[in-house]
């Protein structure tokens, strides 16, 4: 069974504050994508990550795939009040038709 | 924007009564996946389908839940009967897999299932 672990669970900060976010897996994936989730509504795709030791940038956000893929991170610079919600981490599986399983989030507060 | 229509927003119904979601996934899309929220569990994984056939139903609960796609514009997920412990919010998705594969998908934006 693919699990997806994210860690910190919860993470509370102010705002201009440097933060990371960390997934991570024993499986190994083809993709791994990011996802930020605000209340009420359904998750949104920041990025994807496809090769090992792949690093892309978003803007204040830098996401690292890991070089056996199997892990990856989301940093942000300075964050910001607007950076808040919920950050989800989901592993595509090859070897099993593309199937997309998530990891629990990151619940992210950038308090003014 | 392209995005996936999800019907009804928010569902209340006393248990043992049937419930049916729909989703309209993004026009051209061949790829559909229904999820399934709670606080305690994340995001589960209830079932997908690739050019209206279905992938991988593993994670439903196969004496209650059915789910179909009648039509490349309608993908269905139905509760027979429905019980208070299937209360969440369910998310359709739905993207475009190619021999590239495909890498992200759109999400609608849920129904809010309580089951008195």
Redesign the interface.
């Known amino acids: 069974t693919q699990l997806l672990e994210q860690s910190p669970q919860f993470l509370s900060i102010q705002e201009g504050e440097n933060l990371t976010v960390y997934c991570n897996s024993s499986s190994v994936f083809?993709?791994l994508?990011w996802?930020r989730q605000e209340p009420?509504?359904?998750?949104?795709?920041l990025v994807?990550v496809?090769t090992g030791g792949e690093v892309k940038k978003l803007k204040r956000l830098t996401f690292q795939f890991g070089d056996a893929r199997k892990d990856s991170s989301l940093h942000i610079t300075a964050a910001q009040p607007g950076d808040t919600g919920l950050y989800?981490c989901a592993g595509?599986s090859?070897t099993?038709?593309?199937?997309?399983?998530?990891?629990?989030?990151t619940s992210l507060s950038v308090i003014p | 924007d392209a995005r996936?229509t999800q019907t009804p927003r928010d569902k209340v119904t006393e248990m043992g009564q049937e419930v049916t979601m729909r989703c309209q996934p993004i026009l051209g899309h061949n790829?559909v996946?229904w999820?399934r929220q709670t606080m305690m569990q994340?995001?589960e994984?209830l079932a997908?389908f690739?050019n209206r056939a279905p992938?991988?139903d593993s994670g439903m609960p196969k004496d209650r839940f059915s789910a179909e796609m009648p039509d490349a514009t309608l993908a269905t997920l139905k509760i027979q009967p429905s019980e208070p412990r299937d209360s969440a919010v369910y998310?359709c998705?739905s993207g475009f897999?190619g021999d590239r594969?495909?890498?992200?998908?759109?999400?609608?934006?849920?129904t809010r299932l309580t089951v008195v």
């Open positions: 083809s993709s994508q996802y009420g509504e359904g998750p949104v795709l994807t496809v989800l595509e090859k099993s038709y593309d199937k997309v399983i998530f990891g629990p989030g | 996936v790829t996946f999820y994340g995001l994984l997908y690739r992938l991988d998310f998705a897999v594969g495909r890498h992200g998908y759109t999400f609608g934006s849920g």
